[in-house]
Structures are given as C-alpha cells and as structure tokens.
C-alpha cells in the first residue's frame, strides 16, 4: 500500500479562495436583494406601507387607492386607471416597472390605450358648441 500524503496548501492559495468565496457571497447577497426589490404588489391585496414602498406613490396616492379599493377590487389596469384620481398610463407604466401588479397582472400598453379610449368617450359624450357669431357680420 501507498502512503497517503498530506495535502499542503500554500497561504497564497487560502488568500484566493477566501476573495473567490467572499465574491460567491456578495453575489448571492445580491440576488437576493434584486429579487427582494422586484416582488409584484398587488394593488387589491397590498397594505399602505407596501404601496408606500413604490417609488412615486405617496401617501395621498396611496389612501385614493386603498379608498377606491375598499368599494370594489380593481377589475384590470383599465379600472384602475380610471377609478383612482391622478393615475394616468404614464405612471400606470412606472409603477408597473417597479413591480406593482392588478390582478397579478403588469401594465401594458393595451391596457393604457383602453383607459383612453375610456376616456375619450366621456370627452366625446358632450357636444361641442359651435362656434357662431353672437352679431351678424357689419355690412
């Protein structure tokens, strides 16, 4: 039988295993915190704080929103939209990035097309006036 022998380990190569195992470390610590920062909040489920926490919702956003839901849950991003006061597709799409949800469903462009559409008609439901002259014309 051979004699084992004893694994020798210079100080250098611990030195380069300890920056490679503190890199896997900081990696890992990193994904975990992007994968903290992009949790969905769902806008029927979430509380005020978490709501909060979405940059661009303040306070007063936040209790319109939780004030709307409390009368129904919000149908889609559409409903949305057009039942909480100063929400346009604009920010509809910025809080969407940051990983706010309706139904568990991101914005999309549809969606803010639809909201307009929405929108547009309540426009087109009143007639303008036209523009007639309150005088005949001097002769």
């Not at 969606?111 to 007639?127: F, M």
């Amino acid at each position: 039988m051979r004699p084992i022998r004893k694994l020798r380990i210079s100080t250098k190569g611990l030195i380069v295993l300890k920056k490679i195992l503190a890199r896997l470390l900081l990696l890992s610590a990193m994904v975990c915190a992007g994968a903290a920062m992009a949790a969905s909040v769902d806008v029927n489920q979430a509380t005020e704080a978490e709501l909060d926490s979405i940059k661009g919702v303040g306070p007063a956003l936040s209790g319109k929103i939780m004030a709307e839901r409390q009368k129904a849950p919000f149908k889609d991003w559409t409903d949305f939209i057009n039942r909480t006061k100063g929400m346009g597709p604009s920010a509809a799409k910025r809080f969407s990035e940051q990983g706010m949800t309706v139904g568990g469903t991101a914005y999309t462009d549809a969606a803010g097309e639809a909201s307009n559409k929405s929108t547009n008609k309540k426009t087109q439901a009143t007639p303008a006036k036209s523009a007639q002259p309150t005088h005949p014309p001097a002769q």
